[in-house]
Each structure stands twice: as C-alpha cells, then as structure tokens.
C-alpha cells in the first residue's frame, strides 16, 4: 500500500433541519470540486436563533483529501 499525503482544509455547512444534514451539506459541497477526499472532523458546531427558536444549524469541518502522485500529473 503506497504512502498518503493529505491536503486540510476548513469548510462550513449550514441547515436548517440537524447538524448531521449541515455535515453532510459541507461534505457534499467540498466532494464536488475536490478528488479523493476521504474523511472530515467537526471542529466546531453552532447555530443560528431566530425569535427563540433554532433557524439553522451551523458545523466548521476539517475535510482532508489525498493529493495526487506526481506521475500522474501531465
């Protein structure tokens, strides 16, 4: 098994419905635009109150993906 190096990045993701929906948003979002990646921490969680009552659910993710063997770049 070749060795791995991972690239870290932050992201947010936000919902309205749960915080697993905001990870999975974030997660979601990151995936489309970045290869290979392959796992996420929350960092932070927290969210947003409107007249008393929770409006939308709010999570900062680490998001690591694996960066590319220079021989496959062209």
Known sequence: ?????YR????AGSS???IED?????VGRA????RQVGWFEVIQTRGHVEDGKV???QVVL????????DASVT
């Open 8 to 11: 870290i990045i932050e992201v």
């Open 55 to 57: 409006a939308h659910f």
């Open 31 to 34: 995936s489309r635009t970045l």
């Open 16 to 18: 309205e419905q749960s």
């Open 22 to 26: 905001a990870i999975r948003n974030a």
């Open 62 to 69: 680490k998001v690591g993906f694996t960066l590319e063997d």
């Open 1 to 5: 098994m070749p060795d791995h190096v």
